[in-house]
């Protein structure tokens, strides 16, 4: 059973215009998230992480939502740049545990 | 070089070889950990090593074999693989266990053949 969710496999967005990547977790325990990018023939690079006592964290162009109650995180992207397109992973962990848990990904295609 | 590296990037080897993955990191982390992408999965963790000592073993069989002779180095040793072991392997690195950000290499991309 996955743990951590991302249901939509691809988006496509076009340039200047907002992206909206969201993720779903089933554990309650879960109190760390964090949001990967990951480029063809790269390992996934770490983009912005939230903890559960807040519900919101901003980083430039990046902002993460978090909603305990639904269990539901989503990651903003404003405005969209071609060179944002990539595969972005969603993962949580639980307090103090060695694990990250990994959604399976959404690949982002930002066109011009 | 920074970051962290992994060798070789492309590895094929067959069901009776016995090869090894390197992953070194420059990052002055305590932590680094094992990890298999399999196509349209997610991340799966495999090992976790904490100051040079293994502290999780996620049920990996045996034929994969974890080996961290210090803070910057973790080796996997592999052998009598299976068809299905074909994947992304992935390393990555942290300052610390428990969900800190986790800093990853580029992976090796293993065909078992």
């Known amino acids: 059973d996955q743990q951590v969710k991302q249901n939509s496999p691809s988006l496509s967005v076009q340039e200047g215009r907002i992206s909206i990547l969201n993720c779903d977790y089933t554990n309650s325990m879960f109190d760390y998230f964090l949001w990967y990018k990951k480029y063809p023939a790269e390992g996934p690079t770490f983009l912005i992480s939230i903890s559960s006592i807040k519900d919101k964290n901003e980083d430039g162009r990046f902002t993460v939502f978090l909603n305990k109650s639904a269990k539901h995180l989503s990651l903003h992207i404003v405005p969209s740049q071609p060179g944002d397109s990539a595969v972005y992973f969603c993962?949580?962990?639980?307090?103090?545990?060695?694990?990250?848990?990994f959604g399976t990904g959404t690949r982002l295609q930002v066109f011009p | 070089e920074t970051g962290v590296t992994q060798t070789p990037r492309h590895l094929v080897m067959g069901m009776t070889n016995k090869k090894s993955l390197k992953c070194e990191q420059h990052l002055g982390h305590n932590a680094m950990y094992w990890y298999k992408q399999s196509a349209k999965k997610p991340l799966e963790l495999m090992f976790v090593?904490?100051?040079?000592?293994?502290?999780e073993n996620n049920s990996v069989p045996s034929r994969f074999s974890p080996e961290c002779p210090n803070s910057s180095h973790l080796f996997l040793h592999l052998h009598t693989l299976q068809p299905e072991d074909s994947a992304l392997y992935l390393c990555a690195s942290s300052h610390a266990t428990g969900g800190h950000e986790q800093y990853f290499g580029p992976g090796t991309r293993l065909t078992v053949t």
């Open positions: 090593y904490s100051l040079e000592e293994r502290v």
């Open positions: 993962a949580a962990s639980a307090e103090n545990t060695d694990k990250l848990i």
